[in-house]
Each structure stands twice: as C-alpha cells, then as structure tokens.
C-alpha cells in the first residue's frame, strides 16, 4: 500500500488518487504533508478526502499523520480526534517522543492505529499500542553524479527480515530513494537505468545500466538508448528469468523501438520491476495484509 503525500490539492491530484481507488487499491494519504511549494493545508487536504473523487472509496483510503522532529503532540492528538473510526496510520520521522507519549496523545484511536518508522534505526516502537508496526527504509545507493553508480550494489534484506525485525510490515523507496524532489541543474553527463533483483543470501542487490562516454551535457535520447542498450543486454528481449516482468517488458519495447519516452517513464519502469520483485518474495513467503 503506498503513502501518499501530496504536494497540492488541485483537480489534478484529486484525479490520481481517485483513479487508483478505483482500480482496486489501497492508499495512506499524509495530511499534513510538508511538501509543495507551499505545502497544502492540513484542513484542505480533510476537504479533498470527503470530496466527491474520494469519499466513495473512504474504505480504501487511511488517514495518515507524520509525526516530525519538532512537532507538538498535541498536533497528533487534534489529527487522531479528527477521525473517528477506520484504521489510521502514523508516520514517525526523526522525533523524540516516547511510545506511552504518542499511546496517550492517540487516545481512543490507539488501538487502530498502524505506526510506520523511517530509518534504519528504531527505537520507540516498542511499547506502541496498535494493530501493527512497519519499517520502512531507504536501500536504495544513491551516486551523484549518475556516471558514479557501479555495475551494481547491495539494496538491501528488508523484505526477508521485517518479520525477524519485530515489525508486521515493510516498505522501501524502490529505485528512487527518500530524498526530496529537485528541479533544475540541466542535462546530465550520464543516464543511470536501474533494476533490483534477488540475490543469493536472502537479499536484493540493485544492477545499474550508465550510459557510456563522453560525459558531456546534451543529448539526452542518446545516451538513454546506449544505457538501455546495456539493459537489455543484460534483461533479455524480451525479459527472461527474473527479468520477466511488467517493468522490464517496457524497457524492452522502448529498446525494440528505439524509442525515448522522456526520463519520467523509465523511472516508472524500474519502480514496476522493484514492486513485482518484491511481490514475488512476499507471494513465495505467504506473506499477508494485515489490515
């Protein structure tokens, strides 16, 4: 189930969350999202979800609340009395508060309410009254610049830890990274293509595909199919092994065309690959929902 954390409250993003409800799926929507430029009201984003696009799916929907380093928890308890039935869903990040201080501050809400931890070390989830907790954690190596990434590296063990872990759920950032959006800066001197894939020892490593010299700026088209080239070499075309999925049959068919659909769509692609990679381990483990 992803978190979703919205930028803006327009029409646009009313459109994109109705339109994965309505194919079935589940979201943890932030309401006191800290991004955008500004970042949306907590009371607009409570109008979007009991508007019209969403409120039909409200079953489909939890209410989601990121606690930050900093933030009151009377801030947590004015969200926690906002919603009073249905499974709600808090988000710790980089705070300081106790488990019996967030337990007291939920009030009735404690006991439906699931808590996610970002980072690699937790602390406080012991003691935390609820229906669950979830790790989620960046494993994705991040290189600047793009001509930096190896041929590949470790991602990490998550989704066969978790369990071990004491938590009931797992997340990760797929191919992308928890890191804020940037704009700007020109053309890059390299496109890295990225794929995770299961390795021996009960982890997932990351292969990367760059694009080869020269490292200059321009030409984007160009080195996108020279890194995609390195990709399908790799993959297969089409995609074999654990290379088949939905993900990786884009790339293929964008190489079979020679085609470069922009650097907003491969990113898609990886982020397909990584989410049935992980499926896959979790459908061979039974793993299930529990909520």
């Not at 931890?117 to 979830?134: D, E, K, N, P, S």
Request: proline letters at 7%; hydrophobic letters at 35%.
């Amino acid at each position: 189930m992803p978190i979703f954390v919205p930028v803006d409250t327009k029409p646009s993003t009313e459109s994109r969350i109705e339109k994965i409800l309505a194919g079935g799926g589940r979201i943890a929507l932030v309401v006191n999202s800290a991004s955008g430029r500004p970042a949306p009201k907590h009371e607009d984003v409570k109008k979007m979800l009991a508007g019209k696009k969403i409120a039909p799916h409200a079953s489909s929907v939890f209410p989601a609340f990121e606690l930050r380093g900093g933030m009151a928890l009377g801030e947590l308890q004015t969200f926690a009395g906002g919603f009073t039935s249905g499974p709600l869903v808090v988000v710790h990040r980089d705070h300081t508060h106790s488990a019996a201080d967030v337990n007291t501050a939920l009030g009735s809400a404690v006991s439906r309410s699931v808590h996610i931890f970002v980072g690699r070390t937790v602390g406080t989830h012991t003691g935390l009254a609820g229906l669950g907790t979830v790790l989620l954690r960046d494993d994705f190596q991040h290189r600047a610049p793009n001509g930096a990434y190896p041929n590949a590296s470790q991602f990490g063990d998550l989704v066969f830890q978790y369990r071990a872990l004491g938590h009931k759920g797992f997340g990760d950032f797929a191919t992308v990274g928890d890191r804020p959006p940037t704009t700007g800066g020109g053309a890059a001197k390299h496109v890295a293509l990225h794929l995770t894939y299961p390795a021996q020892g009960s982890t997932i490593h990351c292969q990367h595909f760059v694009s080869g010299p020269p490292g200059t700026k321009g030409d984007t088209a160009t080195k996108y199919l020279h890194a995609l080239a390195k990709l399908t070499a790799a993959t297969g075309s089409p995609p074999t092994g654990v290379w088949s999925t939905l993900g990786s049959q884009g790339f293929a068919s964008s190489h079979t065309r020679s085609h470069f659909p922009g650097l907003g769509q491969p990113k898609r692609w990886s982020i397909m690959h990584h989410i049935e990679i992980t499926q896959r381990i979790m459908t061979a483990a039974s793993a299930r929902a529990f909520i």
